[in-house]
DNA sequence: CATGAATGAGTTTTCATTCAT
DNA sequence: TATGAATGAAAACTCATTCAT
C-alpha cells in the first residue's frame, strides 16, 4: 500500500471509529462514514469489503493495541501490587490518550457483527489479568475468591470511573484514575 | 384499558426488552418486535406512538423499577456499612430477577433516543449513592475521595461483575455477587 | 332511519366535506373523518360502504342540490338576458350559502374515485346551460358560438370569481357576483 | 450534471406530472413515479429530496415558464385591446403546447404540500394582470369594476374554456380559444 | 347499533452495495 | 483507483377495513 491508500484507509477508520461510538453499528450509515471521511462513498469498499469488514477491523485493531500497551514490557519479576498499579496505569493512559477508542470497544463488546476473530481477541486481557490475579493468589497477596470474579470486578471498576469522566461527570485525570486504583487495589488484596 | 389490551402492551415491551438487548434499538426492527410479540406490525402503533416511545417507555418502567426497589424502605438510621450492603444486595436481588432488564438498561444508557424524561431519571440512583456516600464521608467510615469517584467506581464494580454472570463466565448467584460486595466496601471504606 | 342515525350520517358527511375540501381524497384519512364526526371509525361503516361510497354520496347529494336550486320554478319564458340573469344569481346565491360545497364540487370534478351514477351527474348543470343558450341563439340575441363554448366561459368566469373570494381575494358578496354577472353577459350577448 | 443524469431528472419529473395530473398529489406513489420514469423508486431520491420536493420542482419550473412566456417582450406600449389579445393569445399557446402542465398548476393551486417559495409564485401572473388592467382602466377603456375581479373573471373564463378543451368537450384549437378572447374583452371593456 | 382494537398491505424513505465511468 | 449514480430490499409508519365485544 502506498502512503497515499495508508491515509485514505486511516481517515475511514477514523471516520467510522466517531460515528460507530456515537451513534452506534445499525446507527451509522456506510455513507455517513464516506462523508465524514471524505470519500465516496464506493471508495471505502476498496478498503474494506462490507460494513461489518470495517467494524471488525476497527475491533481488532484497538483490542490489539490495547493489549499490546498493557502487555508489552510487562513487569513479570514485580510483586502483585506493582504489576496490578502497572496494569491499571498503563490502561489509564491508554484511556485518556484513546477515549474514544475504549467507548468504542466497550459499546462493540459482543455485537453480532462481530466476526468469529474479534470475538476470539475479546477476552485477551481478561485472560492475561486471570493469569495474574492467580499467581498472585497463589503468593496469598490476593483474595482466595475466583479469579475471574477479581478480573472482572476490577474491569468494570476502571470501566465505571472512565466512563463518568468520558461523560464529564469525573475528571479525566490521570491522578483521578490513579486515586480509583488505590480503591481497588484494597478491593482485591488479601 | 382491558386486561387483555393489558396483556398485548405487556408483550410488545417484553418482545422489544428482548430485542433491544440482542441487536440494540437501531438494530431492532419493529416487525421484528412484533413477530415476536405475536401481533401484527400496526398493532404496535395502538400502544406506542413510535419505535422512540416504545424504548422510552421501557426505560422508564425499568428505571422506576430499579430505584423503588433500592430506595423503598432504605434503612437511613443503620450504619454505612449495613447500608452499602443493603444498597448492593437489593441490586443484586433486581439483577438476578431481571437479569435481561439491567442489560437493557447498561445498553440503552445515553441514547440519542432517549426523551428529556428518560434522561432525567437516568442518575437518579447515581444521586441517591452519591448522598449516601457523603453521609457516611462525614461520618469518616468511607474513604475521602470525591463522592462521584466512589459511587462510579461501586457501579462499574457491580455491573462488571453483573455482565460477568450474565455472559456465563461467573455463576449469576446471590453468593457470588456478595462476596463482589465486601470486595466492594473494602474499596470504599476509610 | 331514526333521527338519531340522520344525526350521525349527517355529521360523517358534513366532517367528511371539510376534509375533503381541506385535504383532497387521497390525503383525508377515515379516521380522522371519524374524530371530526364525533364517531368511531367502525361507525362510518354502518352508513357508507367505503370511503368511496362517501364521496361519492357527498357529490351527488351537493350536485343534485345546486341543480335543483337553478332549475325549480325556472322562468323558461322570460327573455334570454333574464334568464342569464336568474342562473347566475341562484349560483351565486348558493355558492355564498354554500362556499365548501362548491369548493368541493369543483376540486372532486373528475376524480377517479367518483362511480358511474357520480360521474353522470356532472355535466347536468352544463347540459341545461346549452339548452338555454341554444334557445337564446335561435332568437339571436346570444353570440352565434359554439353553445359548449359560451357555456363552459360563463361556468369558468362563474368559478373564478367564486374562487377569489373564497380565497379572500375578492369579497364573498351578492353585489360583486352581480357586477361580475353583467360583465358575463356582455360576453355572450349577440 | 452530466447529460444522462438531466435526461433522469427530466424523466422523473415528466411521470411526476403525469401522475400527479391523473391522481392528485397524495393518490400517486413514489414507486408509481419511478414505474413511470423508468428508474428504480431509489433513484427519485437522488434527485429530489422527497416528494414533496419534487412537487415543488413542477411547481416552480412551469409557473415560471408560463409566467416567461406572457411577459417576456410585452408589448407595454400597445393599446389595451392589443394587449388584452396578446396576454390571452400566448396563454393559449402555451395551454395548448402544454395541456398538462397547466392542469397540473392549476390542480395544485394552493395545495398544502407547496413550500413557501412555490406559493409566492403563485400569484406572480395574477399581479401582472392587475397591473395591467389598472393601467387600461386610467384610459377607460377598461370597466371601472375592482382589478381584481375583472383579473380573475378573464382567469377563470381562459381556465373553464381550456378545461373543457382538455376534457374533450371543446376542441383545442386556437381558432376557438380566440373566439372566447373576443368574448372576454367585451366583458372587461367599458 | 356503536365501538375501537387489530390487521396487513401499502406508503415514504433510507441505505448497503454494485458498477459504469 | 476513485467516484457517486443507481439499485432494490427493508425500514418506520399509516390507514381502509373488519369484527369481537
Same mark, same amino acid.
Given at each position: 500500500?502506498?502512503?497515499?491508500?495508508?491515509?485514505?484507509?486511516?481517515?475511514?477508520?477514523?471516520?467510522?471509529?466517531?460515528?460507530?461510538?456515537?451513534?452506534?453499528?445499525?446507527?451509522? =450509515?456506510?455513507?455517513?462514514?464516506?462523508?465524514?471521511?471524505?470519500?465516496?462513498?464506493?471508495?471505502?469498499?476498496?478498503?474494506? =469489503?462490507?460494513?461489518?469488514?470495517?467494524?471488525?477491523?476497527?475491533?481488532?485493531?484497538?483490542?490489539?493495541?490495547?493489549?499490546?500497551?498493557?502487555?508489552?514490557?510487562?513487569?513479570?519479576?514485580?510483586?502483585?501490587?506493582?504489576?496490578?498499579?502497572?496494569?491499571?496505569?498503563?490502561?489509564?493512559?491508554?484511556?485518556?490518550?484513546?477515549?474514544?477508542?475504549?467507548?468504542?470497544?466497550?459499546?462493540?463488546?459482543?455485537?453480532?457483527?462481530?466476526?468469529?476473530?474479534?470475538?476470539?481477541?475479546?477476552?485477551?486481557?481478561?485472560?492475561?489479568?486471570?493469569?495474574?490475579?492467580?499467581?498472585?493468589?497463589?503468593?496469598?497477596?490476593?483474595?482466595?475468591?475466583?479469579?475471574?470474579?477479581?478480573?472482572?470486578?476490577?474491569?468494570?471498576?476502571?470501566?465505571?470511573?472512565?466512563?463518568?469522566?468520558?461523560?464529564?461527570?469525573?475528571?479525566?485525570?490521570?491522578?483521578?484514575?490513579?486515586?480509583?486504583?488505590?480503591?481497588?487495589?484494597?478491593?482485591?488484596?488479601?
Amino acid at each position: 500500500m502506498t502512503a497515499h491508500e495508508l491515509d485514505r484507509a486511516e481517515a475511514i477508520l477514523a471516520a467510522a471509529l466517531d460515528l460507530f461510538v456515537e451513534r452506534g453499528f445499525h446507527g451509522t =450509515s456506510v455513507p455517513s462514514v464516506a462523508e465524514r471521511a471524505g470519500v465516496a462513498a464506493g471508495t471505502i469498499y476498496h478498503y474494506f =469489503s462490507s460494513k461489518e469488514a470495517l467494524v471488525n477491523a476497527l475491533y481488532k485493531q484497538w483490542k490489539a493495541q490495547i493489549a499490546s500497551q498493557v502487555v508489552t514490557g510487562f513487569p513479570f519479576d514485580k510483586p502483585a501490587r506493582e504489576q496490578f498499579r502497572v496494569i491499571w496505569e498503563r490502561m489509564a493512559e491508554f484511556a485518556i490518550a484513546h477515549p474514544k477508542e475504549i467507548a468504542f470497544l466497550e459499546l462493540h463488546h459482543h455485537g453480532s457483527y462481530l466476526d468469529p476473530e474479534s470475538r476470539q481477541i475479546e477476552n485477551q486481557l481478561i485472560d492475561f489479568g486471570v493469569e495474574m490475579v492467580k499467581r498472585a493468589q497463589a503468593e496469598q497477596v490476593v483474595k482466595a475468591l475466583p479469579a475471574e470474579l477479581l478480573v472482572e470486578f476490577v474491569d468494570g471498576a476502571f470501566l465505571g470511573v472512565f466512563r463518568a469522566a468520558l461523560e464529564g461527570r469525573l475528571p479525566m485525570t490521570k491522578a483521578m484514575m490513579m486515586d480509583a486504583e488505590r480503591c481497588c487495589w484494597e478491593a482485591v488484596r488479601a
